[in-house]
Antibody, heavy 119, light 110 residues
Framework: QLQLLESGPGLVKPSETLFLTCSVSGGSVRGDSWSWIRQTPGKGLEWIGYLYYTGRINYNPSLKTRVTISADQSKNQVSLTLNSVTAADTAVYYC?????????????WGQGTLVTVSS | QSVLTQPPSVSAAPGEKVTISCSGH????????VSWFQQFPGTAPKLLIFDNDKGHSGSPDRFSGSKSGTSATLDISGLQTADEADYYC???????????FGGGTRLTVL
């Protein structure tokens, strides 16, 4: 059974860079497609981006200048890098698999990791 | 304010049927596939429906989805208290080039 586990720093200072990893077990990052989504009480669910199994990546235009999604096959992880964070980036961050490369067939999710941006 | 509009809350009695609506535009629901997710407090969303009306394996048959024009609906029949959760619709928006989520609907089973 596919399992995803996000990990990250928990607390990040404003203007710094956030780096999160999503460790995949019971499957391989290679040949599958992955999304990052975040959730805040105020804005609800927000799609961050999508790494297609071919290597193509789509980013949310509102985050595109600050975000990078990549996969490390040797570690079987998907990562998220978000630059120049502000308090507005405080959220629970989820990674999810997009089964069959279908963008919204998000059939497996991690438990989420809370990231707080504060000095 | 979400691009997709869902009622903030719905309620019904156990055993009854409830419908949750998701209203959008031609650029999203009108031309793309809708998914529905269920979320319990403190946990990650779970896929219920994808491609408008396809049930995710493991989702009870009591959950069904449909789409007409620029609106989508999630029907839950034979309501159980365990169905109390938040429900979200999601779809690709071809104009904004982004996945958009509805604001979510809190289901209360009275």
């Amino acid at each position: 059974q596919l399992q995803l586990l996000e990990s990250g720093p928990g607390l990040v200072k404003p203007s710094e860079t956030l780096f999160l990893t999503c460790s995949v077990s019971g499957g391989s990052v290679r040949g599958d497609s992955w999304s990052w989504i975040r959730q805040t009480p105020g804005k609800g669910l927000e799609w961050i981006g999508y790494l297609y199994y071919t290597g193509r990546i789509n980013y949310n235009p509102s985050l595109k200048t600050r975000v990078t999604i990549s996969a490390d096959q040797s570690k079987n992880q998907v990562s998220l890098t978000l630059n120049s964070v502000t308090a507005a980036d405080t959220a629970v961050y989820y990674c999810a698999r997009a089964r069959g490369g279908q963008l919204l067939r998000l059939d497996a999710w991690g438990q989420g990791t809370l990231v707080t941006v504060s000095s | 304010q979400s691009v997709l509009t869902q009622p903030p809350s719905v309620s019904a009695a156990p055993g009854e049927k409830v419908t949750i609506s998701c209203s959008g535009h031609r650029s999203n629901i009108g031309n793309n596939y809708v998914s529905w997710f269920q979320q319990f407090p403190g946990t990650a969303p779970k896929l219920l429906i994808f491609d408008n009306d396809k049930g995710h394996s493991g989702s009870p048959d009591r959950f069904s989805g449909s789409k007409s024009g620029t609106s989508a609906t999630l029907d839950i029949s034979g309501l159980q208290t365990a169905d109390e959760a938040d429900y979200y619709c999601a779809v690709w928006d071809s104009t904004l080039n982004v996945v958009v989520f509805g604001g979510g609907t809190r289901l209360t089973v009275l």
